[in-house]
């Protein structure tokens, strides 16, 4: 009789966790496709459609891989960001990433590679406090102070940080870099359906940036 008990607790168990997950995989399908569909007429892929803003943000990743190859992710933005600059669509690029040590430091690397591309130093602005796509979206606002701007990264990264923008009163629009083949980007993107689920709990807990500080004018 224990047996038989112990064997329909652990049924039991497993068919609630089975429920739970099932749940939680439509959720972030559901999450997912309100993401998209709300921001992604915003998103434009043809630099003479997308509209001028003065400041583009262009969201910072690594320059190489854990492997030591180039990541494909960061050229193409670096190729989108020299693109749009050079249109006029933007007149600064304000470039925000991760440098939380000595030797990793996204926002520098990103600004050399706009530098030997011709942008001119005077017209990148770094804020080396962009930990996260959100801390990258709400401190272009609080820190630089900048309630219009145009999102440079790939399409799926650009309607998350849209979506973040709209959540916190800036009008955002997004300038697509080319993306990676499905094989090379696997891993990034069940990360980032995973990333719009923790949008969701940041926007219901009122998450703020790791770091504020004072203000810096983008004249």
């Given at each position: 009789?224990?047996?038989?008990l112990?064997?329909?607790?652990?049924?039991?168990?497993?068919?609630?966790?089975?429920?739970?997950?099932?749940?939680?995989?439509l959720?972030?399908?559901?999450?997912?496709?309100?993401?998209?569909?709300?921001?992604?007429?915003?998103?434009?892929?043809?630099?003479?459609?997308?509209?001028?803003?003065?400041?583009?943000?262009?969201?910072?990743?690594?320059k190489?891989?854990?492997?030591?190859?180039?990541?494909?992710?960061?050229?193409?933005?670096?190729?989108?960001?020299?693109?749009?600059?050079?249109?006029?669509?933007?007149?600064?690029?304000?470039?925000?990433?991760?440098?939380?040590?000595?030797?990793?430091?996204?926002?520098?690397?990103?600004?050399?590679?706009?530098?030997?591309?011709?942008?001119?130093?005077?017209?990148?602005?770094?804020d080396?406090a962009?930990?996260?796509?959100?801390?990258?979206?709400?401190?272009?606002?609080?820190?630089?102070?900048?309630?219009?701007i145009?999102?440079?990264?790939?399409?799926?990264?650009i309607?998350r940080?849209?979506?973040?923008?709209?959540?916190?009163?800036?009008y955002?629009?997004?300038?697509?870099?080319?993306?990676?083949t499905?094989?090379?980007?696997?891993?990034?993107?069940?990360?980032?359906?995973?990333?719009?689920?923790?949008?969701?709990?940041?926007?219901?807990?009122?998450?703020?940036?790791?770091?504020?500080?004072?203000?810096?004018e983008?004249?």
């Amino acid at each position: 009789m224990k047996n038989k008990l112990s064997s329909f607790s652990f049924k039991k168990i497993i068919f609630v966790l089975c429920l739970l997950a099932a749940l939680f995989v439509l959720a972030s399908y559901l999450i997912d496709r309100h993401v998209s569909s709300t921001v992604e007429c915003r998103v434009y892929s043809s630099v003479n459609e997308a509209p001028h803003q003065k400041v583009g943000l262009l969201l910072g990743t690594s320059k190489y891989l854990s492997n030591g190859e180039v990541n494909q992710y960061y050229t193409y933005r670096i190729d989108a960001a020299v693109e749009l600059f050079r249109a006029g669509k933007v007149n600064y690029i304000l470039v925000s990433g991760d440098n939380s040590t000595k030797r990793y430091d996204e926002p520098t690397s990103m600004r050399d590679d706009l530098i030997a591309a011709g942008i001119p130093d005077s017209c990148i602005v770094l804020d080396y406090a962009g930990f996260r796509t959100w801390d990258s979206v709400v401190r272009c606002q609080a820190i630089f102070g900048q309630d219009s701007i145009t999102i440079i990264s790939q399409p799926f990264h650009i309607e998350r940080a849209i979506y973040i923008a709209d959540h916190k009163g800036i009008y955002a629009t997004g300038f697509a870099a080319k993306n990676v083949t499905k094989r090379y980007g696997l891993k990034t993107m069940v990360r980032e359906k995973l990333a719009r689920v923790k949008l969701f709990v940041d926007i219901l807990i009122g998450k703020e940036p790791k770091f504020k500080g004072e203000k810096i004018e983008i004249k």
